[in-house]
T-cell receptor, first 112, second 116 residues
Framework: GNSVTQMEGPVTLSEEAFLTINCTYT??????LFWYVQYPGEGLQLLLKATKADDKGSNKGFEATYRKETTSFHLEKGSVQVSDSAVYFC???????????FGAGTRLFVKA | DTGVSQDPRHKITKRGQNVTFRCDPI?????LYWYRQTLGQGPEFLTYFQNEAQLEKSRLLSDRFSAERPKGSFSTLEIQRTEQGDSAMYLC??????????????FGEGSRLTVL
């Protein structure tokens, strides 16, 4: 079945540090891949997405590239800010499907 | 605010009682989803509506759970004879069918259930 595995947290970084959160997936077919973010006290919201192999999704300085050969979609940011502290969820949805499958989430703490 | 709203935000109940959660999706969204999230885990799919039709139910949704979406607008999720294992955050999300394949879901802030 389809599944998403992401690195366990929490991840603690100092402001301006480089961030990588690893995500790998198992899927039949050609899924679309997503990163959702949940800020404290708020609902999940879409951060970025990629719908086919080699696509790069980007938003708010975050990037992730859809790597079919390694079944990965790692999230990166070159310089994190305190305001990036949140829980990040990697997710997938198969083409034509309606069910989005989420990873367990990775909590990020950024210290000033 | 025209986002997805859920009510109540927090419900504490005793084991064996019934509870009902309500979700009001973004008004033009015809797809509505319920997910459950437990501590340290990602959201798990429960059920999905397109307009008023419930098209899919997860095996996680036992017969104590029922969801409705009358008239294709708001939705309710009822849990009968609650058990302590039902304690979780219940999330509602909505989307447009036209953009559903691109995957973006719009989530509410969730309804947290605590069963004592």
């Amino acid at each position: 079945g389809n599944s998403v595995t992401q690195m366990e947290g929490p991840v603690t970084l100092s402001e301006e540090a480089f961030l990588t959160i690893n995500c790998t997936y198992t899927a039949t077919g050609y899924p679309s891949l997503f990163w959702y973010v949940q800020y404290p006290g708020e609902g999940l919201q879409l951060l970025l997405k990629a719908t086919k192999a080699d696509d790069k999704g980007s938003n708010k300085g975050f990037e992730a590239t859809y790597r079919k050969e390694t079944t990965s979609f790692h999230l990166e940011k070159g310089s994190v800010q305190v305001s990036d502290s949140a829980v990040y969820f990697c997710a997938l949805r198969n083409t034509g499907g309606f069910k989005t499958i989420f990873g367990a989430g990775t909590r990020l703490f950024v210290k000033a | 605010d025209t986002g997805v709203s859920q009510d109540p935000r927090h419900k504490i109940t005793k084991r064996g009682q019934n509870v009902t959660f309500r979700c009001d999706p973004i008004s033009e969204h015809n797809r509505l989803y319920w997910y459950r999230q437990t501590l340290g885990q990602g959201p798990e799919f429960l059920t999905y509506f397109q307009n008023e039709a419930q098209l899919e139910k997860s095996r996680l949704l036992s017969d104590r759970f029922s969801a409705e979406r009358p008239k294709g607008s708001f939705s309710t999720l009822e849990i009968q004879r609650t058990e302590q294992g039902d304690s979780a955050m219940y999330l509602c999300a909505s989307s447009l069918a036209e953009t559903a394949n691109t995957g973006e879901l719009f989530f509410g802030e969730g309804s947290r259930l605590t069963v004592l």
